[in-house]
């Protein structure tokens, strides 16, 4: 099973906001996108969930084409992601919202259900919070919230959007036990993300996308070494 994206194009008017974008993502690996805001990486994620339809291109889950298929739809196949504004909602409780996000994909209210979505609050330390609104959590919490959604939701593929930002340290700790256990499961993990060091510690591939377009791919090492990226990204280009 693998996530293929091939040659997608979308554009907005005049603005293109990718360009010809192919690239692979194997189960069991993460798969980091970096590059200059503007890039065209949440453009990608929108076009993969089925937010945004590209003018041209595929997408395929396993060999099975996603374009043409609703978010709804691509979400129960798998694909499940989180957003830089959470989306959460704010009036309900931590534990319905987990519940919730597993009835997305079983489709019936069980004891179950609500037993895993207890496991999984309890593995992210929101056990005390399960009866709290989501609106009165820490920022750090609601993130939290938004993985346990994920988890809930039983997925093959997960989009992680710069889920990592803005968290303590603790958190942020449990956040990279917790990708590390799902690509460990074999999930596809493809996350934006604009710590480098994060990019450095979790990624098996690197992609670098610029202006819509995919300019190198290959380990963190390999790509923050290249030239075009050292001169686009981190402004410097090696002298001699």
Same mark, same amino acid.
């Given at each position: 099973?693998?996530?293929?994206?091939n /040659?997608? *194009?979308?554009?907005?008017g005049?603005?293109v906001?990718?360009?010809?974008?192919?690239?692979?993502a194997e !189960?069991?690996?993460?798969?980091?996108?970096?590059? !200059?805001n /503007?890039?065209?990486?949440?453009t990608?994620?929108?076009?993969?969930?089925?937010?945004?339809?590209p003018?041209?291109?595929?997408?395929l889950?396993?060999?099975?084409?996603?374009?043409?298929?609703?978010?709804?739809r691509?979400a129960?196949?798998?694909?499940? &992601?989180?957003?830089? %504004?959470?989306?959460l909602?704010?009036?309900?409780s931590?534990?319905?919202?987990?519940?919730?996000?597993?009835?997305r994909?079983?489709?019936?209210?069980?004891? !179950?259900?609500?037993?895993k979505?207890?496991?999984?609050?309890d593995?992210?330390g929101?056990?005390?919070? &399960? *009866?709290?609104?989501?609106?009165?959590?820490s920022?750090?919490?609601?993130?939290?919230?938004?993985?346990?959604?994920?988890?809930a939701?039983n997925g093959?593929?997960?989009l992680l959007d %710069?889920?990592?930002?803005g968290?303590?340290? &603790?958190?942020?700790d449990l956040?990279?036990?917790?990708?590390?256990e799902?690509?460990n499961?074999?999930?596809i993990?493809?996350?934006?993300?604009h710590n480098?060091?994060?990019?450095?510690?979790?990624?098996?591939?690197v992609?670098?996308l610029? &202006?819509?377009r995919?300019l190198?791919t /290959?380990?963190?090492?390999?790509v923050?070494?290249?030239?075009?990226v050292r001169?686009?990204?981190?402004g410097?280009?090696?002298?001699?």
């Amino acid at each position: 099973m693998s996530l293929q994206v091939n /040659g997608v *194009r979308a554009a907005f008017g005049g603005l293109v906001a990718l360009d010809d974008v192919s690239l692979t993502a194997e !189960p069991g690996e993460v798969t980091a996108l970096i590059g !200059p805001n /503007g890039a065209g990486k949440t453009t990608l994620f929108n076009v993969i969930s089925g937010l945004v339809t590209p003018q041209s291109g595929s997408i395929l889950l396993d060999g099975t084409e996603l374009l043409g298929r609703s978010a709804r739809r691509r979400a129960k196949l798998g694909i499940v &992601r989180s957003f830089q %504004e959470l989306r959460l909602f704010g009036g309900v409780s931590v534990q319905e919202q987990t519940v919730f996000a597993a009835e997305r994909t079983v489709l019936t209210r069980s004891r !179950p259900t609500r037993a895993k979505a207890t496991e999984i609050l309890d593995r992210l330390g929101l056990s005390a919070a &399960r *009866r709290d609104l989501a609106a009165n959590l820490s920022y750090g919490q609601q993130k939290a919230v938004s993985i346990a959604r994920m988890l809930a939701m039983n997925g093959r593929a997960w989009l992680l959007d %710069e889920q990592a930002a803005g968290l303590a340290p &603790r958190e942020y700790d449990l956040f990279c036990e917790v990708v590390t256990e799902a690509k460990n499961r074999g999930l596809i993990i493809l996350l934006i993300e604009h710590n480098l060091q994060l990019v450095k510690d979790l990624a098996d591939v690197v992609v670098f996308l610029d &202006r819509g377009r995919e300019l190198a791919t /290959g380990t963190a090492d390999d790509v923050f070494s290249d030239d075009v990226v050292r001169a686009l990204y981190f402004g410097r280009r090696d002298q001699g």
